[in-house]
């Protein structure tokens, strides 16, 4: 009679395949939302056809999403909460998860470091596609527009690439708009950074009044309106007990 031994334990390929999977979820934060399964194979060095088939268990599983487009992947919700839970506890998810549960629109928190954009806290209800173009090209983003109102300079030293039809990219087109979100502390965004899309973001502030990020709503051009003063309200006051 022959005994068959169970094994509990991984098969000598499920480690290989765990490995492989946390380097797609490694690759796809680094590339950020919208990173495709080709650029996502090509940094992780994972054959094509399997990366292709861990991405689909990965989304399957919740711990990335596929963006509206179908263009390409972003971290999904299970991901973030695993990262949320490492995070040192504050305040802000309870107040972002209230704004939240006022509005229809996408919440999403940036942080600025080095004159760059960082997305922190994505509205996991909201999928945010696009965000390579939003960090890249901060003139065309209200987002970015909150960062360069404090750093003037960066509308001479960045590339003002034209994303769309709307883009501001003449500098002195793009100083006076500045000035305004810097007078005003709200910036829009109106199919500038991707048509049909639409965004007002308010700075975020250290105690000593300098900007750490900003705080925005994000939603369909024509559904979103982005000079309501009640819906600046909202946001300025949130804003106002984040900390970065």
Known sequence: MTTTTRRDGPTGHEPRAVQKALALLEAVARLGSGATAK?????????????????????????????????????????????????????NPRILGELRAQLRFGIHLAAFAGGRIRMIDKDPDHELSGEKVLVSYPHASAIGKILMAQHPEFAYEATLRKVTTFTITAAADLAVELRGVAANAVAVEVNECRLGRSAVAVP?????????????????????????????????SAADQLTL
């Not at 088939?53 to 990335?64: E, I, T, W």
């Not at 105690?207 to 990020?213: H, L, M, N, P």
């Open 39 to 91: 650029d996502i194979a090509a940094q992780t060095g994972i054959a094509p056809a399997t990366a292709y088939r861990l991405l689909n268990l990965l989304v399957a599983d919740g711990y990335l999403v596929r963006i509206e487009d179908l263009s390409g992947f972003a971290l999904g919700r299970r991901t973030r909460e695993l990262a949320g839970a490492a995070e040192p506890v504050s305040g």
């Open 204 to 236: 975020v502030r250290a105690a000593d009044g300098t900007v750490t990020g900003a705080l925005a709503a994000i939603g369909k051009t024509g559904r979103l309106p982005v000079h309501d003063r009640d819906l600046i309200d909202l946001l300025t």
